[in-house]
């Protein structure tokens, strides 16, 4: 079964930090590009960072360039997404997912982020 | 920055067809995508290349892309369907999500 988990969500300060996990099984994980999307209470999905499945190129949303950073370990298979500089309204459920077929095809449960003092 | 344009919410009879709409420049020179993402649920893929159905979704869900808009079709439309729907296009490796549709079965 194709699966995606996260973890490593909770609750911190403003200016804060935390690395999210994202923990792959049921598919060739280091052949596929990578996504961070997160839905903040009552908005929508935002699309906060990709990875290509080698690493060599990153792309994020202007809302988090510079306070975030993607990576992956191919060999462990898991997504990361290290948040530093944390604020209010980074509050959300951050979700991975994977791109195939120029789609996400498969998400992850997400796990919750919550910035308050 | 790419724009995709969604009504806030759509209203559908148990039994009738629910019709959510997606507009965007030129959107049917890119592939919509349509994720449906139910109270307390993570995001599930309900349709890619504007029209293909993945596996496990019912027949009852359809798409369609004419001009600058995509469409995402329920028939018979079901209690079950309730939820926030999205859709989504790719410029270059960013995922461009529109503002997201609550279909409300009355």
């Known amino acids: 079964e194709v699966r995606l988990e996260e973890s490593g969500g909770g609750t911190v300060q403003p200016g804060g930090s935390l690395r999210l996990s994202c923990a792959a099984s049921g598919f060739d994980f280091r052949t596929y590009w990578m996504h961070w999307v997160r839905r903040a209470p009552g908005k929508g999905l935002e699309w906060v960072a990709h990875?290509?499945?080698?690493?060599?190129?990153?792309t994020y949303a202007d809302s988090v360039r510079g306070r975030f950073t993607i990576s992956r370990d191919n060999i462990k298979n898991i997504l990361y997404l290290q948040l530093n500089s944390l604020r209010a309204d980074d509050t959300a459920v951050y979700f991975c997912a994977r791109t195939r077929d120029a789609t996400l095809d498969v998400w992850g449960r997400g796990t919750l982020v919550s910035v308050s003092s | 920055s790419y724009e995709l344009t969604q009504p806030p919410s759509v209203s559908v009879s148990p039994g009738q067809t629910a019709t959510i709409s997606c507009s965007g420049h030129?959107?049917?020179?890119?592939?919509t995508s349509w994720h449906q993402q139910r109270p307390g649920q993570s995001p599930l893929l309900v349709m890619y290349h504007d029209k293909r159905r993945p596996s496990g979704v019912p027949a009852r869900f359809s798409g369609s892309n004419s001009g600058n808009t995509t469409t995402l079709t329920i028939i018979e439309t079901q209690a079950v369907d309730e939820a926030d729907y999205f859709c989504?296009?790719?410029?270059?490796?960013?995922?461009?999500f529109g503002g997201g549709t609550r279909l409300t079965v009355l």
């Open positions: 030129d959107l049917d020179r890119r592939y």
């Open positions: 990875i290509t499945d080698d690493s060599s190129r990153r």
């Open positions: 989504q296009v790719f410029e270059n490796t960013t995922a461009v």
